[in-house]
């Protein structure tokens, strides 16, 4: 079992920036590819970003691209995402998430079995 507790989230304004954290318990972390999904009222679940069990590879969703980054301390046991130049429609609940039956950076939920109760991000217009 791998406990995710996520935390950061908040109100911003558009253009302004927010640096979530994801900490993880329970298992050995750098044995896990991680990831933050977000959820929007309506919408399908996606995924933000994906970081490799090492942290060498990284994936992102187009509208983030340039904007969010993902990184991790396999020594802290902590993934993060920094959102930069955040826009209205950027606003969520975002939710880390962990798999171990691969080995890089994916988007798809299917291959992630553990999973954060969920950080609410809101920026305004």
């Known amino acids: 079992q791998v406990q995710l507790v996520e935390s950061g989230g908040g109100l911003v304004q558009a253009g302004g920036s927010l640096k979530l954290s994801c900490a993880a318990s329970?298992?050995?972390?750098?044995?896990?590819?991680m990831a933050w999904f977000r959820q929007a009222p309506g919408k399908e679940r996606e995924c933000v970003a994906s970081?490799?069990?090492?942290?060498?590879?990284?994936i992102f969703t187009d509208s983030v691209k340039g904007r969010f980054t993902i990184s991790r301390d396999n020594a802290k046991n902590t993934v993060y995402l920094q959102m930069n130049s955040l826009k209205p429609e950027d606003t969520a609940v975002y939710s880390c998430?962990?798999?171990?039956?691969?080995?890089?950076?994916?988007?798809?939920?299917?291959?992630?079995?553990?999973w954060g109760q969920g950080t609410q991000v809101i920026v305004s217009s």
């Open positions: 329970g298992r050995t972390f750098s044995n896990y590819v």
């Open positions: 998430a962990a798999g171990s039956r691969f080995l890089g950076a994916r988007s798809g939920a299917e291959w992630y079995d553990y």
């Open positions: 970081i490799s069990r090492l942290g060498g590879a990284t």
